[in-house]
């Protein structure tokens, strides 16, 4: 079933297409990565599915509803979340509070029945589980500042995670770790989204890592789909392989 689904999505920018009649569909617990050359529109079809720009035309589906209209906050709400984005980490908080304070902000607007002390025992609960889902147990008191990178990265996802997504989008989850810790990233969200019911749809540039944990790709260039498909049909085609892979 799908939780995503976009129909002649379009943004201008002046006389440029940055987006251009784009149809497309995620469905419920597929891994989709994005790919395309620089200038291809990736981000601002992220911010479009975001709400953060207006789309000029098109139609974008979530979970059976129109998003016409709706703002970032309320698609966060409705569980279309993009990672580095809502929430954000905060350095002098331990990694438990963190994953707490994204918590607070995802039951803000759904629990206000709960007793201050049940919600301290939950969402601690919680927060640890999440924690030790994403290898991150060991951590959990540190303060977030004196954490790596990678593991700052983890955490984010860990924390978007906790907003519980429908679909989450992560803009290029391994960007800035250095190469050798980027299988350990990868090989921890896949670990975690193999058997959860979260969506998820990333960018990426690094096609060693699309071919090794997409479910499906789909290639954009200039605002446009080029082909959508499995990493093998898609990193293999030859348009692919010319625009965006750099070959001959
Ligand atoms: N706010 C804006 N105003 C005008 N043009 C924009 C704006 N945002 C993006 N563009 C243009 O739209 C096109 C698509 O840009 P976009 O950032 O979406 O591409 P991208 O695929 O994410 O590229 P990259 O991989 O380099 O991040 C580019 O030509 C860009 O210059």
Known sequence: ???????????????????DEMDFEVDSGEIVGIIGPN????????NLLTGVLDAT????????????????HDRAQAGL??????????????????????ILSRDQKNNSLFTVLDWENDTRAEAVGLLDEFGLAKK?????????????????VCMSVAMRPKLLILDEPTS????????AIMDRLQNFFET??????????DMELVADYAERVVAMD????????????????QTVKQRIRGEE
């Open 140 to 156: 959990r008191e540190t303060e977030a500042e004196a954490i790596p990178h990678g593991d700052k990265k983890i955490l984010d």
């Open 39 to 46: 200038g291809a529109g990736k981000t601002t079809l992220v």
């Open 222 to 237: 200039q605002g446009r789909k080029l082909i959508d498909g499995t990493p093998e049909e898609v990193l293999e085609d």
């Open 57 to 72: 035309s098109g139609e974008i589906v979530f979970d059976g509803k129109s998003l016409k209209g709706s703002p970032v």
């Open 81 to 102: 979340v993009r990672s580095f984005q809502i929430p954000r980490v905060c350095d002098d908080l331990t990694l438990v509070e963190n994953v707490r304070s994204a």
């Open 196 to 205: 959860s019911d979260s969506a998820v749809l990333f960018i990426e540039h």
């Open 1 to 19: 079933m799908s939780v995503l689904e976009t129909q002649g999505l379009t943004k201008e920018f002046g006389d440029l297409r940055a987006v």
């Open 176 to 183: 800035g770790v250095a190469t050798e810790n980027k299988y």
